[in-house]
C-alpha cells in the first residue's frame, strides 16, 4: 500500500481500501485501480452489489464514488459533515449513506 490503511471494505466481488493519501480498488488481491485523494480519507464503504464507494474524509465530507467495471472511481456527489468522518456505511439496498464524524 502507498500508505497507511485506514479503513477497508468488500463486497459485489471489489476490496476498496483507503489510505491517508488515495482509495484503492481490488480485484481478488489485484490492485486493479489507484484514486489520488488530497481530503484526507479516514474510512471506506461498499454497496452491496459493490457498484457505490462512500469515502469518508478528515475535510469533514463523505465522497461518493461510482465504481466501473475496471474498478475505476468515479466521482459522483459529496456530503458535508461537521467533523471529520470516523465510519461511513451504504444501506443494503444502496438508497442511504450514513457517516459518523469527529464532532458527534
Do not use: M, N
Not at 489507484?34 to 469533514?60: M, R
Not at 472511481?73 to 469527529?102: F, N, P, Q
Amino acid at each position: 500500500l502507498p500508505s497507511q490503511a485506514t479503513g477497508v471494505a468488500a463486497k459485489g466481488g471489489w476490496i476498496a481500501i483507503s489510505t491517508r493519501e488515495s482509495v484503492l480498488t481490488l480485484k481478488g488481491s489485484q490492485i486493479v485501480s489507484t484514486l489520488e485523494a488530497s481530503f484526507g480519507p479516514t474510512c471506506v464503504a461498499l454497496s452491496t452489489d459493490g457498484s457505490t464507494c462512500a469515502v469518508g474524509g478528515t475535510d469533514k465530507k463523505i465522497h461518493v464514488f461510482s465504481v466501473g467495471s475496471d474498478g475505476k472511481l468515479t466521482a459522483k456527489y459529496e456530503v458535508e459533515h461537521t467533523g471529520a468522518l470516523s465510519s461511513v456505511a451504504i444501506s443494503a439496498d444502496g438508497s442511504l449513506i450514513a457517516g459518523g464524524d469527529s464532532d458527534r
